[in-house]
Nanobody
Framework: QVQLLESGGGSVQAGGSLRLSCGAS????????MVWFRQAPGKEREFAAI????????YYQDSVQGRFTISKDNAKNTLYLQMNSLKPEDTAVYYC????????????????????WGHGTQVTVSS
């Protein structure tokens, strides 16, 4: 059974940085499309970033473009999200997810495209 476990969340002041990690167990994550979603208080969960195709393709939500970087270390079976220049509006629970079993075309910004999720890690940015 595939499991994902996030870590690295915490509290930081605006302008600071954090790096989130998402460790995979049970299978290699090398071929999976993997994403970060986030859910702010009182809001729906939203897409933040994706990495696919042997890491040749990455895409970001407009609000994090240029500040966040998604990457994978296949040897460590771990997904990362480097977050720089953090803003109070980045405060949210951050979830990693993977499309382990799916095939064919899909909307990569949609939660339903991903079948395996971590439990989330809290990021709080103070002004």
């Amino acid at each position: 059974q595939v499991q994902l476990l996030e870590s690295g969340g915490g509290s930081v002041q605006a302008g600071g940085s954090l790096r989130l990690s998402c460790g995979a167990s049970g299978r290699s994550l090398e071929t999976w499309p993997m994403v970060w979603f986030r859910q702010a208080p009182g809001k729906e969960r939203e897409f933040a970033a994706i990495i696919v195709n042997d890491d040749r393709f990455t895409y970001y939500q407009d609000s994090v473009q240029g500040r966040f970087t998604i990457s994978k270390d296949n040897a460590k079976n771990t997904l990362y999200l480097q977050m720089n220049s953090l803003k109070p509006e980045d405060t949210a629970v951050y979830y990693c997810a993977a499309r382990v079993y799916g095939s064919g075309n899909y909307d990569f910004t949609a939660e339903g495209a991903y079948d395996t999720w971590g439990h989330g890690t809290q990021v709080t940015v103070s002004s």
